[in-house]
Structures are given as structure tokens and as C-alpha cells.
């Protein structure tokens, strides 16, 4: 490595650290606002900090809103969405990678394709079929598109493609049927890519916006995304309060990213997942 | 199949093997019983909805309407008449081409400096701090920075009067609308590609940079000559995949400016968006929407064409 300067190693530091702070600030911006009053709104005062810091915006959020019952249908939906995409990937993902049948070529890259798709383009059929089905502003209408995923199936097939068809012969000889296969044998060797598809799975059910967007319209139905948008639409004076609303949702998502930060970068790295 | 061939090999020696033909048939319908639920989701959520979206794109489509009238070329000729669809085609380029290049410049740069960090605790501290808000949903994001950017109570008005400037109008001032919202997107996205360039960094050996300082190389020389060509690899999948992303862009659009002021900050993605679920244009938005898949596809094939590397190391 190069000889290290003191110098320019210090001035790097200092750009980064305020390049960090920049970074940290909207959210001191959101704990901030959140704690101030309904009153130094209304006076339009132009304080960064609460000048009478008060708990209001967090007592209208948790009176006037449903906010349980957002945190329910997310927290469901993106549990069920998850779970079923980590089976159906790798299961597909088992019977691409060890098993040939007719057409598997043809489907495998049937499914590869449909990853380059944007969601712009097959929202409007999407939509039509959902409303055909009878599930429009239903969670269920969030689940069942997506149930499977193609990248999900993409990356079990690299991964389980890698397991030495031995092993999986020598479970067969022992008597092991082929879904106690999978589980008992194929689910740990591929952990590591489980749970980062796993975790990015989760993240995207969570964060979904634009489908909800379409699909729900009931308060009570909605998902947290899109609740805070529509609390933003019918509390625009009232900023505390959206902002309480905000620190309530991030909060949450904050301590689950510290607490598995490892697993996150990891599969990031891993999948190259967003 | 390979197991096939290694059970029937040895038939009798190893006794419990089920015989050839029960083992195919129950492998059979292994394939059959769970693959049938999953291409029936792929299906109807995935594969119709492609052709779908094609068909309708030539017809006259409303959904309150329930009928539709077939019209051919006639929603892609109205598009080329379309000031507002030629326009929303043009900011889309302008926020990709000047989000993703300054996403690239910037995170690449924090990615050397934060790689250079040699107490562990800080480079992780620093990795934290710029991934932390990729994790958050975006659309909860655009709303705490709309707070920032308004005009009367705003942090970022609040600054500038700090220091005896002028307020701006942040979103609704058609200079500064799109440049806000690409500042945002920056802020909520940049994380991604930090780790990313971070990792292909960390898988460059040292020997290169030890060889280029026997040469007499500088750290400028060794970043351009060494770093950069061996990032390559890393940094197609980046422009790639932030390219195809930032497209797509919308959350922020439709919870920050809704495309206002003056159509500028209308991407493509909002647009098709509005003119199929508030205006019931289906047909004419699938059209935009192919259109939308093609401009997407071609700039895919144009980067992967470009950033194609010959060697591995």
C-alpha cells in the first residue's frame, strides 16, 4: 500500500464524517419535528429545535389512526409473501438445478426473462386480473402476485446447482423422499442465500408502495407505506404529527437493520438483491 | 437423469433402492405436483399480464367502460403528438442520466475513502451510516424530506434564511424541482452502491497495488490504472442495475411533486401510472408502457455491450 499522509488521510476523514452527519440529518429533522406542539406550528415559528417540546403529534397519530392496524396488515402480508417466496424459489430452484424434464430449458429462461420486466408494464393486466378475481382493496390482492419470485428461483438454481449430486443420491438411498430432501439436506447447504433472499424479500413486501398504491383504498386496509402517504394527505398543516407517524414506522425497521446489519451487507454482496 | 443412472447400475446391491421405473415416476410427480402451483403464479401474475399489456396497447381501453375498441397504431401515433408524453420522456432521461451519474461518482468516492478507514469499528460505523436510510421505505422518506423542503417551515429554507439568503421554493420552483427530488433519491439510494463498490474494492489483491508502487506508480496513477479497470466487473452491475432502478423511479415523484410544477418533474413511470389509474387510459398507457419496456431494454444491451470485460483476475 501506498505510504500513508497524514494529511490527506485526515482531510478524507473529515469529509467523511461530515459527509456522515449530512447523512443523519433528516432524521434528527423527523425526532425533531415530531416532538414539537400543535400551537409553535400554527405560529409558524422557524425554529430547528421544539421551542415547548411536546408529545402531541405522537398521541394524534396513536388516537386518530389505526396505526396497529397498519403495522398488522404489513407485518402479515410481508411475513406470508416472504415465507412463500423462500419455499417456491427453492423448490423451483431444486427442480431446475437437479432435474431435467421436457421444456425445462425453455421455462427456465420463460421465468429469467420476466425479471427484466418493469412493474410499470404489467400493473395495468395485473390490476385487471386482480379486479377479475374480486380482490380489489384486499390484502390477499398483495400476497398472491407475489407468491413467486424469478430471481428468487434464479439464485436457488446457482446455488443448489453447486450441491455434489452425491450427497442428494446417498439421501436417496437412505430413503429420503424428495421434499425431505429438500428440506433436510438442500434448505441448510443454501441457507446463507435463503436468508438474504429472505431478508430482501421482506424489505420489498414492506416497502412496496406502488401496488398497494393501486390496489388498496380503505384506511383500514392499507399497508404503512402507503398509510403515511395518505395520513400525510389529510394532515398536511399538522407536519408534527406525520412526523411522529414517520419516527413510529422507522423506528422499528432501525433496530431490525442494526440487529442483522451482518446478514444484510452479507446478502447484499451475496445476491446483488436490492 | 443422473440418479437414475447411478441406482440402476447397481440394481440388488444395495438393497432398498426403489427399481428404476417407481423411482422415475414418483420423481415424476415430485416435478409435476409442485412445479404446477408455481408456473400457475408465474402465469397469471407474470407471463399473461406481458402479453396482456402488448395486446392492450392497441386498444382503446377504459375500464369503467368495459368495452374496448380496437384502434391498431393509433395510441402509438398519438404518443409522437403528445407534448406532455415527449416531455415526461425528456425528464426521465435528464433524472436518470444526472441521478445515476452523480449516484456512481459520489458513492464511489465514499467507497475508496471508507475502504481506506483502518479502525474497523469506524469503517463499519461509517458503512451503517450511509446504508441506513436504503432500508427505509421510500415513500415515508419523500414525506420527511417534502417537511424539508417546504417553503414557509422548511429545514433547508430555515438554513439559507440562517444565512441571509433568499428562500426557495424547493418543489414547486420549475428550476429546482427535479434537482430536489434527485437530491433525495440520493440520499435514500446511495447505501446500495457504497457496499457494493466497497466489496469489488476489498476483492482487488494487493499485489496490483504493490506491483504499480514498484513502478513508481502514485495513488492517483494506481486509482486510475489499477482500481478503476479492476472495478470494472462491479461497476456494470452498479450502472446496471441503478440505471434500470432509477427508471422506475416513482415513489418520490408521486409523494413529493406529483410531476408538478410545469410537467417537470413528470417521469415517464408517473405518468403512465396517472393516465392508466386517475385518467382510465389503459389502453393508451400500455402503449407508453411498451414503449417504457423497450427504451429500458435497449439501454440494458447498450451498458452490457459497452461494459463488457474480456478477462478475469
Known sequence: MHRRNRWFDGIVMLVLIAAGCLMLLPYLWMVLSSFKSNMEIVSGSHALLPQHPSLEGYRTVLEDAPFGRWFLNSAMTSIVITAATLFTSALAGYIFAKHQFKGQKLLFILILATMMIPFQVVMIPTYLITAKLGLVNHLLAIILPNLVSSYGVFLAKQFIEDIPQDLLDAARIDGAGELRLMVRIIAPLILPMLSALGIFTFMNAWNNYLWPLIILNDESKMTVPLALVYFNGTHMVNYNVVMSAAVLITLPVIVVFLIFQKQFIKGLTMTGMK | ?313
Open chain 2, 1 to 313: 437423469m443422473k440418479h437414475d443412472a447411478a441406482a440402476s447400475s447397481s440394481p440388488g446391491i444395495v438393497p432398498g433402492i426403489p427399481n428404476r421405473r417407481g423411482e422415475k415416476g414418483r420423481g415424476r410427480w415430485f416435478i409435476y405436483l409442485s412445479l404446477a402451483p408455481i408456473l400457475l403464479l408465474f402465469g397469471v401474475f407474470a407471463f399473461i399480464p406481458i402479453g396482456w399489456s402488448l395486446g392492450l396497447s392497441v386498444f382503446k381501453y377504459n375500464p369503467l367502460s368495459a368495452s374496448a375498441l380496437f384502434v391498431g397504431a393509433d395510441n402509438y401515433i398519438r404518443m409522437l403528438g403528445d407534448s406532455i408524453f415527449i416531455k415526461s420522456l425528456w425528464v426521465t432521461f435528464k433524472f436518470v442520466v444526472i441521478a445515476v451519474a452523480v449516484n456512481i461518482l459520489i458513492t464511489l468516492m465514499f467507497a475508496v475513502a471508507i475502504q481506506r478507514i483502518r479502525t474497523g469499528w469506524l469503517r463499519n460505523l461509517m458503512r451503517t451510516v450511509f446504508f441506513l436510510p436504503t432500508i427505509a421505505p421510500l415513500a415515508g422518506t419523500a414525506i420527511v424530506w417534502s417537511t424539508m423542503f417546504n417553503y414557509n417551515h422548511g429545514l433547508f429554507n430555515i438554513v439559507l434564511t440562517q444565512f441571509h439568503m433568499a428562500p426557495v421554493q424547493w418543489l414547486s420552483d420549475p428550476h429546482y424541482a427535479l434537482y430536489s427530488v434527485i437530491l433525495m433519491t440520493l440520499w435514500a439510494d446511495i447505501g446500495y452502491n457504497i457496499v457494493l463498490f466497497i466489496a469489488g474494492l476489498d476483492s482487488i489483491p494487493d499485489m496490483y497495488y504493490e506491483a504499480a508502487i514498484l513502478d513508481g506508480a502514485s495513488r492517483w496513477h494506481s486509482f486510475w490504472h489499477v482500481t478503476l479497470p479492476l472495478l470494472r466487473r462491479t461497476m456494470l452491475f452498479v450502472s446496471v442495475t441503478t440505471v434500470v432502478s432509477y427508471f422506475q423511479a416513482f415513489a418520490q415523484f408521486q409523494t413529493m411533486t406529483k410531476g408538478e410544477p410545469f410537467n417537470e418533474t413528470r417521469v415517464l413511470a408517473l405518468h403512465i401510472y396517472e393516465q392508466a389509474f386517475s385518467n382510465s387510459n389503459m389502453g393508451y398507457a400500455s402503449a407508453m408502457a411498451t414503449v417504457f419496456l423497450i427504451i429500458i431494454l435497449l439501454v440494458t444491451l447498450l451498458q452490457l455491450k459497452w461494459g463488457r470485460t474480456e478477462w478475469e483476475y
